[in-house]
């Protein structure tokens, strides 16, 4: 329903692009976020785009290094993260649900991905 990829081991400083392969019932006319969760610490907002990408959400902590994007042909979204360090250490999840101002909430989302793992090395 919901394929979260591309994560890795890379070292600090460098770039990653997740992306979020979805099905059409888990997709169409839905928002998706990007959340993350590290060891041993609660799940987290990372990104957030709306259904017409008009809209997009930032965690402060991610603002100016991370971008969302999607592209609804491909029924996918993406979440390219630049300036990694070790702080962003986490499984990566997407998620997809009707549209909200509460973004940063996991009961706002339907549907749920497995996630994937990015590590970041300093």
């Known amino acids: 329903q919901l394929q979260a990829s591309g994560g890795g081991l890379v070292q600090a400083g460098d770039s990653l692009t997740l992306s979020c392969a979805a099905s059409?019932?888990?997709?169409?006319?839905?928002?998706v976020g990007w959340f993350r969760q590290a060891p041993e610490k609660e799940r987290e907002s990372v990104a957030y785009?709306?259904?017409?990408?008009?809209?997009?959400y930032y965690a402060d902590s991610v603002k100016g290094r991370f971008t969302i994007s999607k592209d609804n042909a491909k029924n996918t979204v993406y979440l390219q993260m630049n300036s990694l360090n070790s702080d962003d250490t986490a499984v990566y999840y997407c998620?997809?649900?009707?549209?909200?101002?509460?973004?940063?909430?996991?009961?706002?989302?339907?549907?749920w991905g497995q996630g994937t793992q990015v590590t970041v090395s300093s």
């Open positions: 998620a997809s649900g009707p549209s909200t101002t509460k973004w940063y909430l996991c009961r706002q989302y339907r549907y």
């Open positions: 059409g019932r888990t997709f169409s006319g839905y928002a």
């Open positions: 785009i709306s259904w017409s990408g008009d809209r997009l």
